[in-house]
């Protein structure tokens, strides 16, 4: 439920023709061809979610090992994986999900973070040599992150409110004795950035408005410790800073001030000179480099998959990737020496696999096979990007999902899908969940609405204070897309989404009680006069892009009121289904446990699903085949 998020996952056309695989700008129902009948075989929510979810590529210093956090045990654990072999070494065995950070430049020590019971108060931790387990930032009310090393692995950097719990302060922590040294008291509401590979530079940024922020340069040679302004404009614009150059005399930053879509630029320390660095048609929305900056790696948001560009500096030419199989490469990493690069792929049918590959060789080695040895691939579904026009004929974007049993005559249900965010975006790539209700025979069509990030700053900022409004029309009109494809049942169409996507399916189902026939919230918002007042502390840097969006709940109070179904849950007459978890620090639990009494107040059909042990998102593999054979179960009894 927060707008500005950067994207998570990252995919490529290095060389590889692959964002616009199975893509179509079609505004009509031809935009997905009509098909004979296929036989295909379906499995269960267990099966789906035998698949292993995976993230991380830190190389050990020596290159012979990469770290990753895996979920193959039921939980995100860390793991060593053997770069020559592809066996892993289990390495954490909490109850909670662990993630990794990095191994220490010069030892194989890791840092790596966890939370408790998605409370989202994350600490850093040191796993030793020995297996030991060092928590580097104590307290049940700290919240904390990791913001990157020196160049000479002496020391590293850490942000923690345990000062004040709405700012993040930054900290230096020595390599060897883990001492702890204050370098800035963030009274200012700043956000660190990026810090330079010496360690001198502090890059901090600050919102002045979801439309406006500031990027600060602080130097901590300088008795006196202020931050300095290196992004005047007169015109709302972002300036983010993104990170510095290996030999520390830049630093990269992204703005949206030269035009729709944001760019990359950089600014020379020396001289205070900017200069634009990378542009496309599209967001650029990363850039980074290897160790000693003979490696670029930069991602651009090309509607909804990200394509990623590896750079080498030496000749100024993209990098010669070799033969792979299909998908979106993400996750790219270099070892220290630079001579091997770790990376991931995924494509709507296949989960993110990690390979190794030895620079300028002929080819990469696939270390993991993620998707379930029990699922065929020639089973599941491929996305197409779909537009169609909403109320006011502006554009709507949206993935699209075909079950391949459908054709005009076998007609399907069909969910449309809503994002989280506000802000946020429906992207290409595999995601168990949809391709377990796609398998059983349900299309969904991810509708990315008005105020979706990924398609210029115009068009995310146009459902500012309009939310339930203006782009829940866009969800009805993309049900109404939907109505005008030949093989979608045209009568039953539900809505389902998380987050914000969980508020817009309540609010699809109490403003607009008669466009779908059921509606599964995820834990969404009901209530916006309560969840703006009881936002976290630590969002308070992010509080005012927020309200500006949002509105202030100050003076804002009667809007919100009237566009949180709560206060209208007696319009909603279809089924619905509601999923939560008692830790959420952002959607509370009450906010759930409200809507479900109220709705079984009118005599409608809900169903209730608690998880004691999660908070805003499910990470225990037990938890999401739950969730996931609730969601069957709920629309076979009710829509199908």
Request: charged share 25%; glycine share 8%.
């Amino acid at each position: 439920m927060k707008k500005a998020l950067k994207l998570a996952c990252i995919t490529c056309a290095v060389s590889l023709a692959l964002a616009g695989c199975n893509q179509s700008n079609s505004l009509g129902s031809s935009a997905v061809k009509t098909e004979q009948t296929q036989q295909v075989k379906t499995y269960g929510a267990k099966t789906f979610f035998d698949t292993t979810s995976i993230m991380g590529s830190s190389f050990s210093p020596s290159g012979d090992k990469v770290l990753v956090s895996s979920d193959e045990s039921g939980i995100y654990s860390l793991y060593e994986v053997d770069v020559k072999t592809g066996s892993k070494t289990r390495l954490t065995n909490f109850e909670d999900s662990t993630y990794p950070v990095r191994y220490f430049p010069n030892d194989e020590r890791i840092l790596f973070t966890k939370d408790s019971g998605g409370n989202e108060r994350y600490h850093v931790y040191v796993h030793e040599v020995d297996g030991s387990i060092k928590d580097l930032t104590p307290g049940d009310e700290t919240r904390a992150g990791f913001a990157g090393f020196t160049k000479d692995g002496s020391q590293f950097f850490i942000s923690s409110n345990q000062r004040d719990a709405k700012f993040m302060d930054l900290y230096r922590v020595d390599s060897e004795t883990y001492k702890v040294s204050p370098v800035y008291q963030n009274e200012l509401g700043l956000d660190v950035g990026a810090i330079s590979p010496d360690g001198r530079f502090i890059a901090l940024s600050k919102n002045n408005s979801n439309k406006d922020s500031d990027t600060y340069i602080l130097d901590t040679y300088k008795k006196n410790l202020k931050p300095q302004l290196i992004s005047q404009h007169d015109d709302p614009a972002q300036y983010t800073p993104e990170t510095f150059s290996a030999d520390g005399k830049y630093l990269y930053y992204s703005t949206d001030a030269k035009g729709e879509f944001s760019q990359m630029w950089r600014y020379e320390l020396a001289t205070g000179k900017h200069t634009p660095a990378l542009e496309d048609e599209w967001d650029v929305t990363f850039i980074y480099f290897s160790k000693s900056g003979r490696y670029q790696v930069s991602g651009v948001n090309a509607d909804a998959s990200t394509k990623v560009s590896i750079l080498d500096t030496l000749t100024g030419r993209q990098v010669a990737m070799p033969a792979l199989t299909n998908g979106n490469l993400h996750g790219v990493n270099f070892s220290s020496d630079e001579k091997t690069m770790a990376f991931y792929l995924n494509s709507d049918t296949s989960p993110s696999n990690l390979f190794v590959w030895q620079v300028g060789s002929n080819k990469a080695k696939q270390l993991t096979n993620t998707l379930s040895k029990d699922i065929d691939q020639n089973d599941l579904v491929e996305s197409t990007i779909v537009r169609f026009k909403s109320f006011d004929d502006l554009e709507i974007p949206g993935v699209l999902y075909k079950p391949k049993q459908a054709n005009r005559n076998n007609k399907v249900p069909a969910l449309v899908w809503v994002h989280g965010g506000p802000g946020g975006q429906s992207r290409t790539g595999y995601r168990a969940m949809q391709q377990h209700l796609v398998n059983h025979g349900y299309a969904i069509f991810a509708v990315n609405n008005r105020g979706s990030s990924g398609y210029g700053k115009t068009f995310f900022h146009l459902d500012d204070k309009k939310h339930g409004t203006d782009d829940l029309q866009d969800i009805v009109y993309g049900k109404k897309h939907l109505q005008s494809l030949e093989w979608v049942d045209a009568d039953k169409i539900g809505i389902i989404g998380g987050s914000y996507g969980g508020f817009m399916t309540a609010a699809a189902l109490a403003f607009e009680p008669e466009e779908f026939k059921v509606g599964i919230n995820i834990f969404g918002v009901t209530n916006w006069v309560r969840t703006l007042y009881s936002i976290p502390p630590w969002w308070e840097s992010f509080k005012k892009a927020l309200y500006d969006e949002m509105g202030d709940p100050a003076t804002d109070g009667e809007r919100h009121r009237a566009i949180s179904p709560l206060f209208h849950a007696k319009n909603i007459t279809k089924p619905l289904m509601v999923i939560q978890g008692a830790n959420d620090p952002r959607v509370l639990q009450v906010e759930s446990d409200e809507l479900v009494a109220a709705v079984k107040a009118n005599g409608v059909p809900v169903e209730y699903v608690l998880f004691d042990d999660e908070g805003h998102g499910f990470t225990k593999k037990e938890n999401r085949i739950t969730a996931s054979n609730a969601y069957l179960n709920f629309l076979d009894t009710y829509l199908k």
